[in-house]
């Protein structure tokens, strides 16, 4: 070998070489391809939208089944009649609000900085839809999602989704065999903001009490599902006042 | 006209049985527990580490003689983390919801001592072409025994084979269900694939027992 690699001075060069040029490779591949990935997450957001307002292609499949990315814009403006930003007392329209980013904005509320709150407004066969977002911690790391809720406070759908909950566990948070079972709760207890839980021993496996403001958790997913159910209950709290000024009953 | 000599072939196949790096050298326990509670991403899991430990084999014998050995455990990191980081970002851009079925693997691949302990033990002494069989061979040999526990764990523990249910409804209690049978709900917890996995080495032993340690 020409050269000794037992050295000092070759081991801190070796390693100084391989941080910059790893480190330039993933910078140059992250960056070069940050269009194309931010136009996969806008597209995305809107079928997660949809999903959880029941515009999907879920029909005759087992699974969740999204619009088509090639289609989802189209049938995005379709639906979605009205997007609304909630900023203290103001309310304000704006196209472009689905693309507000929860976490930011709740870490904003954390430090007691100005936040922004999301409404999206959408309309399918004459009926409205109220479709907010969602965002909490699961097991590992975040979770979020959307709920559509009607003038009654009925959830029409959920969509839930989650970065690094265990597969096989957890993860099936944004199965369909979870997520289905939300359609038909009321949030609403008593005439208060009740949310909706995710327990055990709910002895209701295929759901059919809707009076109860809870659905079954998933078997070995505990955390996930408590995560789940702070989640919610949490976000919701953030659009209590507007939630009541829709609230028709 | 043989593809591979016996030597090589010999790479591929030790894995696969005599030397599997789970149950027999009881390496990537960790993941195997994690995430085998489904058939699929048993499968998921199994293709991804074949592919990083193929290119990760490669990687490293060809650097094999400029790493200085005193922290050549940082380097293999390295190079694993950059790969599994390069395949994410590319699916992200290409294939988006591929990326998100594989996006909870990234740190159970990172971590996979499987990936390193065949870094370290073959890679950084042998040439390329063996070090990307030997590579090929241990993740099969891994990736076989994450798809048996991951069999038995989802069909005793949900009646479900890549999500579809193969034994009836629990619910609505038909097929197997309509006459008393139920889900074993243990099967989907960790402490089962430690069970099934212990049921493999003690099936294996048992055809085989030059595998057997005398003490």
Redo the contacts between chains.
């Keep these: 070998?020409a050269f000794n690699?037992?050295k000092n001075l070759?081991?801190v060069l070796?390693?100084a070489l391989?941080?910059v040029v790893?480190g330039s490779?993933?910078a140059y591949?992250?960056s070069g391809?940050k269009p194309?990935?931010k136009e996969?997450e806008r597209?995305?957001k809107q079928q997660n939208i949809l999903y959880a307002m029941g515009v999907n292609d879920n029909e005759g499949t087992?699974?969740v089944s999204f619009i088509p990315?090639d289609r989802v814009e189209e049938v995005f403006t379709s639906y979605i009649k009205e997007q609304l930003v909630i900023s203290g007392d103001q309310i304000t329209e704006d196209d472009q609000a689905y693309l507000i980013d929860m976490k930011k904005q709740l870490a904003a509320r954390k430090k007691g900085q100005a936040f922004k709150l999301p409404v999206y407004i959408g309309e399918k066969e004459g009926k409205k839809f109220y479709i907010l977002p969602m965002y909490g911690k699961g097991l590992w790391d975040a979770i979020w999602g959307f709920i559509a809720l009607d003038e009654n406070m009925i959830v029409q759908g959920v969509y839930f989704d989650h970065?690094?909950?265990?597969?096989?566990?957890g993860?099936n948070i944004k199965?369909r065999f979870f997520m289905d079972d939300f359609e038909g709760e009321s949030i609403m207890e008593d005439g208060r903001l009740a949310g909706i839980k995710v327990i055990k021993g709910n002895n209701d496996?295929?759901n059919t009490d809707k009076e109860d403001n809870a659905v079954d958790a998933l078997?070995?997913a505990t955390i996930t599902g408590n995560g789940v159910t702070s989640m919610i209950s949490e976000s919701l709290n953030l659009y209590k006042d507007y939630l009541e000024s829709v609230r028709s009953n | 006209m043989a593809l591979l000599t016996k030597k090589d072939a010999n790479l591929i196949i030790d894995p696969l049985a005599d030397n599997n790096p789970i149950t027999i050298q009881v390496l990537g326990i960790c993941s195997a527990l994690?995430?085998?509670?489904?058939l699929k991403?048993s499968v998921?899991?199994a293709i991804s580490v074949i592919f990083v430990m193929g290119v990760g084999n490669v990687v490293i014998s060809l650097m094999r003689?400029?790493?200085?050995?005193?922290?050549r455990i940082?380097?293999q990191l390295?190079v694993i983390a950059?790969l599994v980081?390069?395949v994410d970002?590319?699916l992200?851009?290409?294939a988006?919801e591929l990326s998100k079925t594989l996006?909870?693997?990234v740190?159970l691949i990172i971590t996979n001592c499987i990936i390193m302990g065949r870094f370290e033990a073959f890679a950084l002494g042998n040439g390329p072409w063996r070090s990307f069989l030997d590579g090929i061979g241990n993740a099969l040999g891994y990736g076989v025994i994450l798809i048996i526990v991951g069999f038995f764990r989802?069909l005793l523990g949900s009646g479900t084979l890549f999500?579809?249910p193969v034994l009836g409804d629990?619910?609505?209690k038909t097929g197997l269900y309509s006459i008393g049978y139920e889900n074993n709900?243990f099967m989907?917890?960790p402490p089962a694939a430690l069970i099934v996995v212990g049921i493999l080495i003690w099936v294996q032993r048992s055809r085989n027992t030059a595998l057997i340690e005398e003490n």
């Design positions: 070998m690699t037992e070759y081991t070796f390693a391989m941080v790893v490779i993933l591949l992250a391809l194309l990935i996969n597209f995305e087992g699974s990315t970065k690094a909950e265990t597969p096989g566990l993860a199965e496996p295929a078997a070995g | 994690a995430i085998t509670a489904e991403a998921v899991m003689n400029i790493i200085p050995s005193k922290i940082i380097v390295v950059a980081i390069v970002q590319v992200k851009a290409f988006y996006a909870v693997f740190g989802e999500g579809y629990p619910i609505t709900g989907i917890l």
